[in-house]
Nanobody
C-alpha cells in the first residue's frame, strides 16, 4: 500500500522560507509523477508544483513560479518543495501526491489525475 507522509510545515513570517518533504513508500517512487497541491480555508485544492517521473519535466502554478522549487531524491524515496519569499496568500494545507501511472515526461495538474495523497502539512505565513 502506498503511503505519503509530509513534513516541514510551520509558521513563518512573510519573506521567509520553508522546505516541505514527502516521504513515500509502497511502490517504485521514481516511476510516478509527483505533485504538490494546497488548500486554503474555503477554497478548492489547487496545483502548486509537479515533477514527472525521471525528473525531466517540472511545472509550477503561476503564483509560485520563481519562488518555489520542486525536487526529489529517488534514493531516499522523498520529494521536496522548497518555498522561498513566502507570502501570506501561500497560507494553506500542503499535500503531496503521486499520479496515476503513465505520465512520463508530463505533469498533470488536476487532482483527479493523482492516485495517492498524503495527510497534509499546515503552512502559515504571517504578514
Amino acid at each position: 500500500q502506498v503511503q505519503l507522509v509530509e513534513s516541514g510545515g510551520g509558521l513563518v513570517q512573510a519573506g521567509g522560507s520553508l522546505r516541505l518533504s514527502c516521504a513515500a513508500s509502497g511502490r517504485a517512487f521514481s516511476r510516478y509523477t509527483k505533485g504538490w497541491f494546497r488548500q486554503a480555508p474555503g477554497k478548492e485544492r489547487e496545483f502548486v508544483a509537479g515533477i514527472s517521473w525521471g525528473g525531466s519535466t517540472t511545472d509550477y502554478a503561476d503564483s509560485v513560479k520563481g519562488r518555489f522549487t520542486i525536487s526529489e531524491d529517488n534514493a531516499k524515496n522523498t520529494g521536496y518543495l522548497q518555498m522561498n519569499s513566502l507570502k501570506p496568500e501561500d497560507t494553506a494545507i500542503y499535500y503531496c501526491a503521486e499520479s496515476l501511472p503513465g505520465y512520463r515526461n508530463y505533469v498533470p495538474t488536476a487532482t483527479s489525475e493523482y492516485e495517492y495523497w498524503g495527510q497534509g502539512t499546515q503552512v502559515t505565513v504571517s504578514s
